[in-house]
């Protein structure tokens, strides 16, 4: 035998169900019979009145005021103040003492008024001699000086003098040259010439320059010297 298991579903369906045909059966009885009571009228329910909600006016804020914003202007924001950082002085020493500028010493006037200019030695196998050229302070030469030719002893007198260059024992040789041969050939010897005043008055005007002469003739002889002056003034 097979169970039916019945929910409470279904028995509530089932009992809806009977409900149902019974309430027919009723009204179909009910209709049929002459004496029954006339249906009673169901009654109309009556609306309820709709309420229209009264709506409250909202009172309308006031108006506030909009405040005016007044722009202050920002402080100008100032630089920072330095603070001057103390710098260290190194410690330097003591100046030296000013070195006290040379004066210049004063040019002295020369004392004399010829100086030697030149001097050199040359080879000449067939005469002994000295000759030179007697100039000015503006390297002009000049005419009428007289040339001393001596010994170390000063007893020799040999000269050269003249307006126009050498006259005495040798011959004119040009303006402001003079010449004073010492021998003919070789002859060897200590000598010095020297500018003086006169044949006569041998006051020296200029330093006495010295040479010596040899009897050497090999290419290294010194027979011939030239010696020139200038003048200082």
Do not use: H
Not at 26 to 54: D, G, W
Not at 82 to 104: Q, W
Not at 148 to 155: A, K, P
Not at 194 to 204: A, F, G, P, Q, R
Request: charged share 15%; net charge positive.
């Amino acid at each position: 035998m097979t169970k039916v298991r019945m929910t409470k579903r279904t028995l509530t369906l089932l009992a809806v169900g009977v409900t149902g045909i019974l309430s027919v059966a009723l009204l179909a009885s009910a209709a049929c019979s002459p004496f029954a009571a006339p249906p009673t009228p169901t009654p109309t329910k009556t609306p309820k009145p709709t309420f229209t909600p009264t709506f409250t006016a909202t009172p309308t804020p006031k108006a506030t005021a909009t405040p005016t914003w007044t722009l202050v202007p920002s402080p100008t924001p100032r630089p920072p103040t330095k603070v001057p950082t103390a710098t260290l002085k190194p410690t330097l020493p003591p100046p030296p003492p000013p070195t006290a500028t040379p004066t210049p010493a004063a040019t002295a006037t020369p004392s004399l008024p010829y100086r030697v200019a030149y001097g050199r030695s040359e080879q000449n196998c067939g005469i002994t001699d000295v000759r030179g050229t007697v100039w000015d302070a503006s390297d002009n030469k000049k005419n009428g000086v007289v040339i001393w030719l001596s010994d170390e002893s000063g007893n020799y007198k040999g000269f050269s003098y003249g307006p126009n260059g050498a006259t005495g024992e040798d011959s004119a040789v040009g303006d402001g040259m003079y010449r004073i041969t010492i021998a003919p050939g070789l002859k060897p010897g200590k000598w010095f010439v020297v500018v003086v005043k006169s044949k006569t008055d041998l006051t020296e005007l200029s330093p006495r320059y010295r040479f010596e002469t040899d009897a050497v003739c090999d290419g290294n002889g010194r027979q011939q010297w030239v010696v020139d002056f200038k003048a200082n003034y």
